[in-house]
Each structure stands twice: as structure tokens, then as C-alpha cells.
């Protein structure tokens, strides 16, 4: 069975740091594009961060660039986001998640939540003073 386990959410302040992890199992996780996605109070539903099967290409959606870096480790199935300079509009739930669209597809539109596969449960992340 497919498992997209997330963790390391939680509460920090704007232009702290978090760490967010994802566990993959049940499928051939480095044959997958990955994504970070999340879902926030303002603006629902935001692709935030992808990366090919191999790691050496990673996209970003503007609102994030320069703060967070997504990185994977084929070896232990698992995929990152580094989230530094954090923002009280980054507070959401953030979720890893399977890729099935060409990556040139983020410089037309705004990928939605038809174009990616697995998702898992999730992890909170609050922005707060």
C-alpha cells in the first residue's frame, strides 16, 4: 500500500525556521517526481516546491523562492523542505506528494489538486508572533 507519512510541523515565529520531513512507502519512490503542496486559510490550495526522480532539478513556486529548498533521499525513500524566513501566510497544512505533469506545466498555470497523485495526511504549520 502506497504510505506519505509527514512530519515536523509546528508553531515558530515569522523568520524562524522549519524542517519538514516525508516518509514514502509502498511504490517506486525514486521513479517519482515529488512535490511539497499545502493548503492555507488565504489562498486554499498552493503547489510550493517540486523535484525530479533523480534530485538534480527542483522548482519553486515565487512566493517561496529563496526562503525553503526541497531535497530527496532515494536511498531511505524520503523527500524535505527546508523552510527558512518564515511568514505569518505560510501557516498551513503541508503535504507531500506524487507528480504525474511536466515540469515546464508550472510556467503556463498554477498546478491544481488533479495534477498530483498521493498525498498524505499531512503536518500543520503555524506562523505566529
Known amino acids: 500500500d502506497v504510505q506519505l507519512v509527514e512530519s515536523g510541523g509546528g508553531l515558530v515565529q515569522p523568520g524562524g525556521s522549519l524542517r519538514l520531513s516525508c516518509a514514502a512507502s509502498?511504490?517506486?519512490?525514486?521513479?517519482?517526481?515529488m512535490a511539497w503542496v499545502r493548503q492555507t486559510p488565504g489562498q486554499g490550495f498552493e503547489w510550493v516546491a517540486g523535484?525530479?526522480?533523480?534530485?538534480?532539478?527542483?522548482y519553486y513556486a515565487d512566493f517561496v523562492k529563496g526562503r525553503f529548498t526541497i531535497s530527496r533521499d532515494n536511498a531511505n525513500n524520503a523527500l524535505s523542505l527546508q523552510m527558512n524566513s518564515l511568514k505569518t501566510e505560510d501557516t498551513g497544512v503541508y503535504y507531500c506528494a506524487t507528480v504525474y505533469f511536466d515540469w515546464r506545466y508550472i510556467y503556463v498555470r498554477k498546478p491544481e489538486e488533479r495534477n498530483f497523485g498521493y498525498w498524505g495526511q499531512g503536518t500543520q504549520v503555524t506562523v505566529s508572533a
Open positions: 509502498g511504490f517506486p519512490f525514486s521513479s517519482y517526481d
Open positions: 523535484i525530479n526522480p533523480w534530485g538534480g532539478n527542483t
